[in-house]
């Protein structure tokens, strides 16, 4: 039996039909299309389904859909300001940080995740929070250096 | 005028801005109206023969659509190999745990899910063979009774012996009898998934029409349209491949996968019909690599001078010839110049999923059999590992095994900067060890198409049937804009599918910018030369008097005298020649090898036998970096690929069985794991790659697990020669406990050297 959901996505109020045992993420994708959000194991291991709940990461596919009732979900479709990339996306084009592109939205969402609770991290600091997402194509290198560089700009901007 | 030089530089990718932003369409993101999703139910037994098939109570299910086995498809088989030894199902026995015996389509997933309990299998069990050289012996049970009927046999295969290779130089016997010092090594590889993050899926759609239009997750279109042409018993050009974004491939990708079932179902009830493998199915519906045996004996002089070679490697291809086994004669000798060889490479039919490919299947396994040997020899001989090296390696001009002569190239470069860069020789603290590999690779050659179409305002589209697995699209453009002399910005890389885009090879086996770009560079060339053809008409001038650049085809000496592209292609609409195009189309590119040297350096906890890897330098001889940021990120991603496979990765299998069908247990480093790549690019030019390009991306990935074995023991004193390179392996030889002999017993050995194998 579907039920009644209530939540926010990327800034827009939304009010479904899902059923009890649908993940966040196949609501996401599913219902929605909001295809950005990846499954790559369903199962919490590879973290491309990472999105942003009241401003702290989630795997998607670990989360009920029913329980992000009345919540702030922000994915990746919902960084971008019009035209303009999010400084992460922005730094992860510049700096290499995508490769076949089916990690990065999960990536991007944790590095995001990161800046909001640390704007100055260490380069031990973004290993440890991107470790719940797996990459395959980059080997990392470039993905540290991407959001080591966001944070940068977005501290150059802030000031 | 813009600088029109886009050669050397770091251009961010031409998908990077859609990516990064979600708003790129891989296969699962295709949602059509009405669709069906579809689940394929496996073998649960490893070797057994099918007595029954009952559909009945799936079929009557509310929601299910088509119940499809063995006996509603045409009677087909296919192969990865050289032999078609598949079938899209399972008909009279099953091969492995794993192996497809019937496929649904529902409504909804779980409607489907729910099917597949509801067929009934009925299974007799019969013998079952894992190891490959139990499946050597001549009273192992036959994978495939049949073999000699299959289209492909030849006389070599035999029992569950699908492939033998040999390759023969000098004298060994008597070189190794002249030998001052003879070592004989065997090294055993491990099971390794290609671990690509989005795993396998596919949306299929049948036309009323009859057309078959396939979005799929693919390297390589055109290949499996031809199989799947075959397979399902329709004329290739009803059928459409349009490749979507890629999440990963690594050699998974490139034949027929899960694509037949969906096709087949969406034939069954013409509707549109989706399959999204789970991420157990990346390991129970699609090969992976299975483990390796190489035995490596060596002839030395006592100056180092390497005589004489003998390597015998054993492949295990699971239920299905697959690749790999090549590489067992390809690769052993290492870049080395062995006057003296003997090479005999088996491929064995397992009860196992079949062996796919993965990142040049097999070449990991044998480099780290031989870099390790090498190693070993160095150390026994009191020989610096570096300069024992440099010592054999091969010199431009030496004989190549694949024929010819080794041309032109940068391997000694890359052995002296990376000796450089390290400051070998280097001694490490206590607990920590250095170690180095050295990789080959050859660039990859194949079919190649390119279309280019000049635009009215001197804009470029270009058009290849290539999927972009590796930021290749970014480079073509590149290629495109210096040899027309546009910007980078005024190129646009066509969205293709099979219906619009020539014949191209599949994307893999670093192929793509060697050989494919070279059709870019030929099409560009194609089209600039029609440009100026048209320019001299009109200018009344000799084409050798003008120059195609800065978006402009003008008079050399006299630059203001000259159109711009976009004057000139309107001028074509109207011209005798007709609208500028170039077109180009190439089936095979000059042997250009690539060579790399790697070292790692490693941290070994004596307390738990943990290795971290605390600093990995390569320098690979890259001909020409058109985009160092890209050739940087292929490198990076082989060598961690690498170093997962040298310490944490192994698929468990168990009586047939997977252990280990999970991201939780099948552990691929994450970004704590690793350090930061630090990569030297030797540019070292090829005669023929475009504007001297070498491939790059397969050979990062062979060296690391042979150069961490070898910094283990710099590092400890310990000679691990079982891939992976454990906590558990690495504490038991520190606690002097004797692990599994990994030797091949010496009757098999003897059988084995004959070029008819064993039985």
């Given at each position: ?18 059923e ?68 992460v ?19 991007i ?24 997402n ?17 944070a ?8 | ?46 070797h ?8 009945s ?14 006996r ?31 496929a ?51 006389p ?18 008597t ?19 290609q ?14 029409s009859?057309?078959?239009?396939v ?11 031809a ?65 390796t ?17 003998e ?28 006057p ?55 010199n ?36 920590t ?20 179409s ?5 804009t ?14 970014t ?18 890389i ?65 630059p ?22 170039g ?26 036998g943990?290795?971290?890897?605390v ?6 001889d ?8 890209a ?6 991603g ?5 170093i997962g ?43 023929d ?16 697990p ?9 590092a400890?004193?310990?000679?691990i020669k ?20 990994t ?15 064993p039985?």
């Open positions: 039996m579907p039920h009644p959901l209530s939540l926010t996505i990327n800034g827009e109020p939304y009010t479904l039909l899902v009890p045992y649908c993940s966040l993420l196949d609501m996401l994708r599913d219902q929605l299309q909001l295809t950005g959000t990846k499954k790559g194991c369903d199962e919490g291991d590879c973290g491309a389904c990472t999105v942003l709940m009241n401003g702290k990461t989630v795997t998607s596919c670990m989360v009920l859909a029913l329980d992000a009732r009345d919540q702030e979900i922000i994915t990746v479709e919902g960084l971008r300001q019009g035209n303009t990339l999010h400084p996306q922005a730094a992860f084009v510049q700096y290499g940080g995508v490769q076949c592109g089916f990690c990065t939205p999960g990536l969402m944790s590095g995001v995740g990161l800046l909001l609770e640390n704007p100055q991290p260490t380069e031990e600091e973004v290993r440890f929070a991107i470790g719940g797996l990459c395959r194509c980059t080997g990392y290198s470039k993905v540290v250096q991407a959001i080591l560089k966001a940068e700009t977005m501290q150059a901007q802030a000031s | 005028m813009p600088d029109s030089k886009v050669l050397g530089h770091s251009y961010p990718r031409v998908d990077a801005a859609d990516k990064v932003s979600g708003r790129s369409q891989y296969a699962s993101d295709v949602y059509l109206p009405g669709m069906l999703m579809c689940k394929v139910l496996k073998s649960p037994k490893p057994a023969r099918i007595l029954h098939i009952d559909t109570r799936a079929q009557n299910l509310p929601g299910v659509r088509a119940v499809i086995t063995g509603d498809v045409p009677d087909a088989r296919f192969g990865n190999g050289a032999v078609k030894d598949k079938r899209l199902f399972a008909l009279d026995k099953v091969r492995y745990i794993g192996e497809p015996v019937a649904v389509a529902a409504v909804d997933e779980i409607t489907a899910l729910e099917a597949l309990d509801l067929i009934d299998m009925t299974y007799e069990d019969l013998p079952v063979v894992t190891d490959p050289i139990a499946a050597l012996r001549p009273d192992a049970p036959l994978v495939h009774e049949d073999l000699p009927s299959y289209e492909g046999y030849k070599t295969m035999r029992g569950n012996i699908c492939t033998v290779l040999d390759a023969d130089r000098g004298d060994v016997d070189a190794f009898a002249q030998a001052d010092h003879v070592f004989e090594d065997t090294f055993h590889s491990q099971g390794i998934n671990g690509y993050l989005e795993a396998m899926a596919c949306v299929a759609n049948v036309d009323p009859g057309r078959i239009n979005w799929t997750s693919t390297q390589a279109p055109y290949q499996i349209r199989t799947l042409a075959e397979v399902i018993a329709q004329p290739m050009s009803r059928i459409r491949i349009i490749p979507m974004e890629l999440g990963g491939g690594f050699g998974a990708k490139l034949r027929l996968c899960v694509e037949a079932y969906p096709v087949l179902l969406s034939l069954h009830t013409g509707k549109p019909v989706k399959l999204i493998a789970t991420r157990e199915e990346t390991f129970t519906l699609s090969g992976f690599r299975l483990p045996i190489v035995y490596l004996k060596t002839g030395v002089r006592s100056d180092g001078t390497i005589v004489a070679r390597a015998i490697s054993i492949f295990d291809m699971g239920a299905h010839l697959g690749a790999g086994v090549q590489s067992g004669v390809s690769h052993t000798l290492g870049p080395y110049n062995i003296n060889y003997r090479m005999r490479s088996y491929a064995v039919y397992t009860n196992k999923i079949w062996a796919g490919s993965y990142r040049a299947s097999g070449v990991a396994d044998v480099t780290f059999a031989v870099e390790s040997h090498t190693d070993i020899i160095a150390r026994r001989l009191g020989l610096d590992p570096w300069e024992f090296r440099k010592l054999n390696a091969f431009e001009g030496d004989l190549a095994l694949q024929g010819g002569t080794i041309p032109r190239n940068g391997l000694h470069e890359t052995m002296d900067a990376v000796k450089q860069h390290l400051g070998w020789p280097r001694t490490a603290k206590a607990g060890g250095v170690g180095l590999a050295m990789c080959q690779w050859r660039s990859g050659s194949g079919p190649s198409t390119a279309s280019i000049l635009l009215e305002d001197g470029v589209s270009l058009l290849t049937g290539s999927v972009d697995i590796s930021g290749t699209d480079v073509f453009a590149q290629i495109a804009a210096e040899t027309l002399g546009v910007r980078m910005d005024d190129v646009v066509a969205r293709r599918d099979t219906d619009l885009a020539p014949f191209t090879g599949p994307s893999g086996g670093s192929r793509i910018i060697y050989s494919q770009g070279k059709a870019v560079q030929m099409a560009a060339a194609d089209a600039r030369d029609k440009l100026i053809a048209l320019a001299a008409e009109r200018l009344d001038v000799q084409p050798g008097m003008l120059t195609c650049a800065n978006g402009r085809v003008f008079v050399t000496e006299a203001e005298r000259g159109y711009t592209l976009g004057q000139l292609v309107r001028m074509s609409l109207t011209s005798a020649a007709g609208p500028i195009m077109t180009a189309s190439l089936s095979a590119m000059p042997f250009a090898p690539i060579f790399s040297t790697q070292a790692a350096e490693v941290a070994v906890d004596q307390e738990t943990k290795v971290r890897v600093r990995f330098v390569q320098a690979q890259v001909g020409v970096a058109i985009n160092p940021m050739v940087e990120g292929q490198i990076d082989g060598a961690v690929q690498g496979r040298a310490i944490t990765e192994e698929v468990v299998i168990k009586d047939g069985k997977i252990l280990n069908p999970s991201l939780t247990t099948y552990l691929m480093p994450m970004a704590a794991d690793v350090p930061s790549i630090e990569n030297i690019l030797v540019q070292v030019p090829t005669d790659g475009p504007f001297g390009a070498r491939a790059v991306a397969e050979p990062p990935g062979f060296g690391p042979a150069a961490i074995a070898n910094a283990i023991e710099d400890v004193g310990v000679r079982e891939l992976p390179l454990s906590a558990e392996k690495i504490l038991r030889a520190l606690h002097g406990e004797p692990s599994a002999s030797e091949l017993d010496h009757d098999l050995l003897q059988q084995l050297r004959g070029s008819n194998g039985g």
